[in-house]
């Protein structure tokens, strides 16, 4: 099914959209149409410069943009913190929040200043973190959506639950130079999927119609997430790898985006499922729901996942008494 942003999308005059890394590729394309469409956007990003000129960019392509750019670096939880803080102080509603900001395959293993493995502390943990303190207000604001940006490498990807932090799997040991960076990259999509599939679970649970959650992958587009990965430490295989793909089944930015905004946008959406292109092996194509992996709905990793996660950010989600306050749509 051919379904475009232009024609398909809903109308997002007043409501209030918090994309992060937004700044460049699929989160900048993602702002760039949720302006369009008569969203506020929040920029949520790490390099205030780049946002900025981001911003300028939107501007130009929808003179109408109500954008803003607001600091957040995802592999801080302290800047998650001082970002909600903020954000709640001017905003009482919030209707989409998208997850997108992310690295891919670092190498060598390094920590965020919380301790975290990278990549599963700027892929998940960030957006973990994020998605919590925030859930109040998605909770009070009717109709609203929670989307994150995970990749198709999740399909071939493992939870590590009795290591997350691949503290044993980095550099040259269990799973080598090239390996282990991507086993922790597929993990942290995995774990971002799992995280969408458990929290729509809880949220029914507890009586909430809403937000809605969602996980996206775009399939496969060639952004600065790959450009950077195939210029890592060891990574010739994987830059001449990215070269070929961009070459015969690369995406473009504007089709990569479709996926977080068919599950913003599409009404038919129950909670819980992922969105990702609709042609061969999902690597390209117009969006559509695909099957989630098994890992992602397996009760019990799911459940120790969420826990682990509560543990290392300190940040513990409140679902509130049912029907709660909301806040009507605009």
């Not at 469409?37 to 000129?53: P, S, W, Y």
């Not at 600091?71 to 302290?78: H, R």
């Not at 992602?296 to 306050?325: C, H, I, M």
Request: charged content about 20%.
């Amino acid at each position: 099914m051919v379904w475009t942003a232009e024609s398909d999308m809903k109308d997002m005059t007043g409501k209030v959209c918090v994309v992060t890394g937004a700044n460049a590729g699929l989160g900048k394309e993602i702002a760039t149409q949720l302006a369009k469409k008569g969203g506020t956007v929040i920029m949520a990003c790490r390099n205030l410069n780049k946002a900025k000129e981001a911003e300028a960019d939107i501007s130009k392509d929808a003179p109408q943009a109500k954008v803003e750019v607001m600091q957040l670096d995802v592999a801080s939880l302290e800047s998650v913190a001082n970002f909600t803080a903020a954000f709640s102080a001017k905003y009482d509603r919030l209707d989409v929040l998208v997850n997108n900001a992310g690295i891919m395959a670092i190498y060598p293993r390094q920590e965020t200043p919380d301790g975290f493995e990278m990549q599963l502390g700027i892929n998940y943990l960030g957006a973990w973190a994020l998605t919590g303190r925030l859930l109040d207000m998605l909770i009070k604001t009717e109709g609203s959506r929670v989307v994150n940006q995970s990749s198709f490498a999740a399909f071939n990807a493992t939870v590590f639950l009795d290591d997350l932090q691949m503290s044993n799997k980095d550099g040259r040991s269990k799973y080598g130079k090239f390996l282990g960076r991507w086993a922790a990259y597929g993990q942290s999509k995995l774990a971002q999927i799992c995280h969408m599939t458990e929290l729509s679970r809880r949220l029914a649970a507890a009586g909430h119609a809403h937000p809605k959650c969602f996980s996206a992958h775009p399939g496969y587009v060639y952004t600065n997430l790959q450009a950077t990965a195939g210029n890592q430490a060891g990574a010739l295989l994987a830059g001449t790898f990215f070269k070929i793909a961009d070459s015969t089944i690369g995406q473009k930015v504007d089709m990569g985006a479709l996926p977080v905004l068919y599950a913003i946008s599409e009404e038919s959406l129950q909670g819980g499922e992922l969105i990702g292109p609709d042609g061969l092996l999902s690597t390209a194509g117009y969006p559509a729901v695909v099957t989630v992996p098994s890992q992602a709905l397996d009760d019990d990793t799911n459940a120790k996942l969420w826990e682990a996660s509560e543990q290392l950010t300190k940040v513990t989600y409140d679902f509130g008494k049912r029907g709660d306050g909301s806040v009507s749509g605009a």
